[in-house]
């Protein structure tokens, strides 16, 4: 991948290849991801006929295309995820599994270059006849990213080959034949950007372009989209003729008659797969929450590379809007189920939060590239929000459960599952946690900045000296972090250190002595100094338990608070809180409150008690770690006392 500077970035990402993470707390969880969560997604994707459609699109056995239209997607993410664990390290019986897919992938390709199981088993001749509802271009944008994980994981082009030649394939069927559908879920443009970036090849970002700015054109009428909806249904009803099932049938059985209203009402309009508006013209972010992410984050791309300074005003504003007005507590998103997307500005109901687990994926990935294009610190502090909390709780510690949605309270009905018949979370967070090392660092002339307090070691290059950086960090249940900076030569370059908005008090040493930190919080502290082999540097951040004051302006929340200590949200499951209704629990804004390590608790956390009257105390648990134990009473926001 070519990572020089892109043209209108501040910043230039250091990719995880350069960081080798060795961090108490995140490399158990890239250890469970490695060696449980991804094994157990692969034996899923068999169960489910995911894998198995490729091997009948590959003519090596007879059959029938099995599952929904999307199935392929959720195999090109896992390989994406597991070229990454390769990139990092041997893995032979990992390997041996990626083979296999690459495999069956170049043997299911048709001969002009198509790769998709359920148009090549079953409606060959209605390839790209509904690209807004039908997921073609969503599935060949995961083939793509997957495509060029693997080469930079193992050097071989074969699987590169046959995604360019079906890239190509799409751009004279869009570009030079002119058809005029938009894609319906987003993901194609962030992933054709990726692909210009490492080929170099224009028309891939001019292809990129052109998607983004077919949004909100006359090929986005609602007589167009209601022609497209029905076209879906009588594909899918002959397709189940063929022996495919559809998972759509049971999410709309579980929805209300209001909630299927305005499922129907934003889907007709355009506003559900922001095909109402022209990108340039977007006011409000609205509709599918994750399509939303995968979007903006393509629009950021976009920018990065051709400046369209139109964009990144609408980029900017959006971003505002989500992160005052339609985000969380835990940094999740997307507040109607049945658009599983946004609602209007503060209505973000407790008991309603969606927040998917791939739209905290997004959002995440959106953030990045909106710090690497202004390099202001308030996208690293979402990242860190997202990293710990919201993309966390989408996985059973044990790495073999998964949760779609991520409610903020619950009254016992809630349990993560194995699987789901749309399988696109599990995954997505397995190929985020694979690349974590994406999200730490990053370069700029003269300078390194430090995102993210993960332990890890770094290798990279800066004006063209070699510099070297340990970290050592007790994220996220202390704020004690050590770094140590070597170079090839004596040099002076700056330091950006991440001063987190939540440490009120934070103190700096280099060397041993004290170092005068006049950053406020919620900025980057410099330090340009001449850094020798072995300097030291330690930062100790304010670890303590806050109580937030829940927004006026949202009516269930404004006499409420919630508990926070560093990055994590916390809160109160009633099996640790068996002397106690957490349901009727008031806390006083004067409480205190104690902070407790616990080892032998969901593989080790800070527990945070607080007294209530008398004797009786509440024990608070990391939001990311409830539900590990079963279905359980939940809550995350208290009335005041």
Known sequence: MNQEKRPYNKLVPIPFSQVKIDDMFWSKRQDVNQ???????????????????????????????????YYDSGVYKWLEAACYVLNQGKDEVLEKKVNEIVKLIL??????????????????EKRFSNTTFMH?????????????????????????????????????????????????????????IKLYRLTNNIKYLNLADDFINRRGLDANSKIFILKQFLHLNSTLKESRKKGSINENENFFADLTLLERFKFYKSMLNGSCYQLRTPVREIRDPMGHAVRAMY??????????????????????????????????????????????????????????????TCAAVGFLLWNWKMLQITGEIKYAEIIEKILYNSLLVGESLDGTKYSYTNPLESKGEYERQEWFPCSCCPP??????????????????????IHQYIGSTLDCMIDGIHVKVNQESQFPWQGKVKL??????????????????????????INGEGYNCNSKPGTYLKILRNWSSDDSIN???????????GNPRRKDIENKVCISNGPLIYCLEQGYNEAIDIF??????ESTFSVIYKDNVLDGVNIIEGKISGEKKFRAIPYFVWNNRGPDEMRLWFDKS
Not at 157 to 174: E, H, R, V
Not at 489 to 495: A, C
């Open 539 to 549: 930062i100790s951040l304010e670890f303590q338990p806050i109580l937030i004051q």
């Open 136 to 192: 073609e271009l969503y599935c060949a944008g995961h083939l793509i990213e997957a495509a060029v994980a693997h080469y930079n994981a193992t050097g071989l082009k074969n699987l590169l080959d046959a995604i360019m030649k079906y890239a190509d394939l799409i751009y004279s069927t869009f570009m030079e034949d002119k058809k005029k559908y938009p894609p319906g879920h987003q993901e194609i443009e962030l992933a054709l």
């Open 484 to 509: 140590r900076i070597s170079s090839s030569k004596n040099y002076n370059f700056n330091l950006y250190l991440r001063i987190p908005k939540w440490s009120q008090n934070t103190e700096i040493e």
């Open 428 to 449: 997505n967070i397995a190929r985020t946690l694979a690349s974590l090392g994406n999200y730490l660092y990053s370069t700029s002339e003269n300078t390194l900045y």
């Open 107 to 124: 043997n299911s390709q048709t001969d002009d270059g198509y790769i998709n199981t359920f148009f090549s088993i079953n409606f060959l």
């Open 295 to 356: 979007m903006f984050s393509g629009m950021a791309d976009l920018y990065s590379e051709k400046g369209d300074i139109s964009l990144l005003k609408v980029l900017t504003h959006c971003w505002s809007k989500i992160t005052e007005r339609k985000m969380y507590i835990t940094g999740g998103i997307g507040s109607i189920k049945g658009i599983e997307g946004f609602e209007k500005d503060y209505k973000l109901k407790i008991n309603k939060s969606y927040s998917e």
């Open 35 to 69: 060696n449980v969560a991804i094994q157990h997604q692969y034996k899923k994707l068999e169960e489910a006929n995911n894998i198995d459609n490729f091997r009948v699109a590959a003519k090596l056995r007879k059959g029938s295309h099995r599952g929904e239209f």
């Open 584 to 589: 009727s629990l008031k806390i006083q804004e």
